[in-house]
């Protein structure tokens, strides 16, 4: 069975720009949820995505956006991009169907985003 | 708000030791905890995951353990080997949360 993918692996943009990340879960899964990973911050939860809908939200600005295709595939985007946007961002699946995020998440490699 | 906490930030033994990390958390009302490891530049594995009702999982020669009402959660490594080599991290998801809440994570290094 195929992992969680990502992509793309690296990115370099220069601030101000915008940038799209994609991530295609786990077959049968139908949560997608994701996470910006910093140094100093540590693992921070951005939201989460199930049938399409928004189910939970963490605490980031407007920015940060995301949506979940009728495939499960999810993407994430991030405009008006600042140096603080620098960090790994993780997405993570499962079947999702208890509501919670109380199953085992497996994560995919994450995309490395370097802003200028 | 529930909060997760690692310590230490980094640990260091020679290869065959057996170590424990530790993982506390702030809301007893925890769901449930899970353990993952990552390894330099890479996204996380799940090791273990202790549901609220359970006490301990074990896996190889890994087993975590979670007490509640002290807000504590172990996970012990046995006969360590520099395979073993990575960061740790634990995860809690709260009574009133959707979402897991990450330590951030305690760097093993296993010396041959």
């Known amino acids: 069975k195929a992992g969680v993918t990502q992509t793309p692996r690296y990115l370099i943009k220069t601030r101000g720009q915008q940038v799209t990340l994609s991530c295609s879960p786990i077959?049968?899964?139908?949560?997608v949820s994701w996470y910006q990973q910093t140094p100093g911050q540590g693992l921070q939860f951005l939201f989460e995505?199930?049938?399409?809908?928004?189910?939970n939200k963490g605490n980031f600005p407007g920015r940060f956006s995301g949506r979940q295709f009728s495939n499960s595939r999810s993407e994430m985007n991030v405009s008006t991009l600042e140096l603080g946007d620098s960090a790994l961002y993780l997405c993570?699946?499962?079947?999702?169907?208890?509501?919670?995020?109380?199953?085992?998440?497996?994560f995919g490699p994450g995309t490395r985003l370097l802003v200028l | 708000k529930q909060e997760v906490t690692q310590i230490p930030a980094a640990l260091s033994v020679p290869e065959g030791e057996n170590l424990v990390l530790n993982c506390s958390f702030t809301d007893s009302a925890i769901y449930n905890l899970q353990w993952f490891r990552q390894d330099p530049g890479k996204g996380l594995t799940s090791l273990l995951l202790?549901?609220?009702?359970?006490r301990e999982q074990t896996s190889g020669r890994l087993n975590a353990s979670l007490d509640k009402s002290s807000g504590r959660s172990t996970l012990y490594i046995a006969a360590s080997q520099p395979g073993d080599s990575a960061t740790y991290l634990c995860a809690g998801l709260g009574g009133s949360q959707g979402n897991l809440i990450f330590g951030k994570g305690t760097k093993l290094s296993v010396k041959p």
């Open positions: 077959s049968g899964h139908r949560s």
């Open positions: 995505y199930f049938s399409e809908t928004q189910r």
């Open positions: 993570a699946s499962s079947f999702g169907t208890s509501g919670r995020m109380e199953e085992t998440q497996y």
């Open positions: 202790i549901q609220s009702s359970q």
